[in-house]
């Protein structure tokens, strides 16, 4: 076996204690402490766990918890944004199918933030999703506001897919 032959086996093994990783990781995101007055641009919060939340053998209602969690917790720092703040916008993305690449954005500067969304260059194009939703094939009750995005990374000998699925109070500059 070459080193390539073991890490598709282990992507490929069943993952051992599911609930009590989706447990532990639900704890750990809950009500994140934000610094909203720390200054730059944007703020990005991880997903705080090990990829075995995207591992194929993950159970569907596993992931859907965490996606559920993970937009509810969006909206609660969305809501406790400080009155004094200035200018400040939380953006929850899910990331699918890599669940660990999501995060939670909090904007500090509103140049930067509506140049975030134009992606449409050599390397990296985002295709607006239209159609279809994200929260609803997978049951979740939200108030924020779904924008999904087919994105398409290039470089020399590499391409990459993936479906970026982003949630705010707000709507998005798209213009």
Request: glycine letters at 4%; hydrophobic letters at 35%; one cysteine or more.
């Amino acid at each position: 076996m070459t080193i390539d032959d073991n890490i598709i086996s282990m992507w490929n093994k069943k993952v051992r204690g599911q609930r009590r990783k989706l447990k532990a990781l639900l704890k750990a995101i809950e009500h994140p402490t934000v610094p909203f007055e720390r200054e730059g641009q944007c703020i990005e919060l991880s997903v705080p766990s090990t990829p075995w939340i995207e591992m194929p053998k993950t159970y569907g209602k596993v992931k859907t918890e965490f996606c559920r969690k993970w937009i509810e917790e969006t909206a609660i720092l969305a809501d406790s944004i400080p009155e004094d703040a200035g200018f400040c916008k939380v953006v929850g993305s899910i990331v699918y199918p890599q669940l660990w690449n999501s995060t939670i954005l909090i904007f500090r500067d509103e140049e930067y933030y509506n140049s975030f969304w134009k992606r449409d260059d050599a390397y990296q194009i985002w295709t607006p999703i239209e159609g279809k939703s994200f929260i609803r094939e997978r049951n979740i009750k939200t108030d924020l506001n779904e924008f999904g995005f087919d994105e398409v990374l290039k470089d020399e000998d590499f391409e990459f897919h993936c479906r970026i699925w982003f949630y705010t109070k707000d709507d998005l500059p798209l213009n």
